[in-house]
T-cell receptor, first 115, second 118 residues
Framework: GAVVSQHPSWVICKSGTSVKIECRSLDFQATTMFWYRQFPKQSLMLMATSNEGSKATYEQGVEKDKFLINHASLTLSTLTVTSAHPEDSSFYICSARNRRAGELFFGEGSRLTVL | AQKVTQAQTEISVVEKEDVTLDCVYE???????LFWYKQPPSGELVFLIRRNSFDEQNEISGRYSWNFQKSTSSFNFTITASQVVDSAVYFCALNAPNYGGATNKLIFGTGTLLAVQP
């Protein structure tokens, strides 16, 4: 079964609203989680690295005020897309690194559609 | 610069054919890791293999095999006797721990869409 869970798996929202996506590691602690974005028929692009208890590190070109990341516990990171616009419609995937074993696991992804 | 190139955008084969997916990478690091992931239509990423830069042995797992050649910076993936269930997008990825100072940061190729026809 999945060891990293994302919720919701899909969401449709109106332009201008904010959407929160959760990423949970189910049976391990993850000091580091990663958020990726995947546009249709394209590759995964790393958006940011989420560090438990500290600020996220954003990749070049990713607006930190638009994509708010919170990693408040060792098993949960959240990505909030603020004031979403149609161009934010994408597939968002998180991954979590097992603190002990060092392995990397991916969530099932969350498909965001902004109308 | 760190880069992963999957030159094949789409491949279509008939069931039971063998198929090889190419992956070429670039990195200046001497220690790095290479991965292959499968992304079926449902969207989740399925881990297939991880290989470190010091292990050039080819690996076989059932119908899957991987050919890692440092001399050509390639990490190709072969599916033997393909099946319809193999239809998916396959991503090759590179992790160079010294890149950007962050471990486990993956750089993905653009993916290869494999369609296996019955």
């Amino acid at each position: 079964g999945a060891v990293v869970s994302q919720h919701p798996s899909w969401v449709i929202c109106k332009s201008g609203t904010s959407v929160k996506i959760e990423c949970r590691s189910l049976d391990f602690q993850a000091t580091t989680m990663f958020w990726y974005r995947q546009f249709p028929k394209q590759s995964l692009m790393l958006m940011a690295t989420s560090n438990e208890g500290s600020k996220a590190t954003y990749e070049q070109g990713v607006e930190k005020d638009k994509f708010l990341i919170n990693h408040a516990s060792l098993t949960l990171s959240t990505l909030t897309v603020t004031s979403a616009h149609p161009e934010d419609s994408s597939f968002y995937i998180c991954s979590a690194r097992n603190r002990r074993a060092g392995e990397l696991f991916f969530g099932e992804g969350s498909r965001l559609t902004v109308l | 610069a760190q880069k992963v190139t999957q030159a094949q955008t789409e491949i279509s084969v008939v069931e039971k054919e063998d198929v090889t997916l190419d992956c070429v990478y670039e990195t200046r690091d001497t220690t790095y890791y290479l991965f292959w992931y499968k992304q079926p239509p449902s969207g989740e990423l399925v881990f297939l293999i991880r290989r470190n830069s010091f292990d050039e042995q080819n690996e076989i797992s059932g119908r899957y095999s991987w050919n890692f050649q440092k001399s050509t910076s390639s990490f190709n993936f072969t599916i033997t006797a393909s099946q319809v269930v193999d239809s998916a997008v396959y991503f090759c990825a590179l992790n160079a721990p010294n890149y950007g100072g962050a471990t486990n940061k993956l750089i993905f190729g653009t993916g290869t869409l494999l369609a296996v026809q019955p």
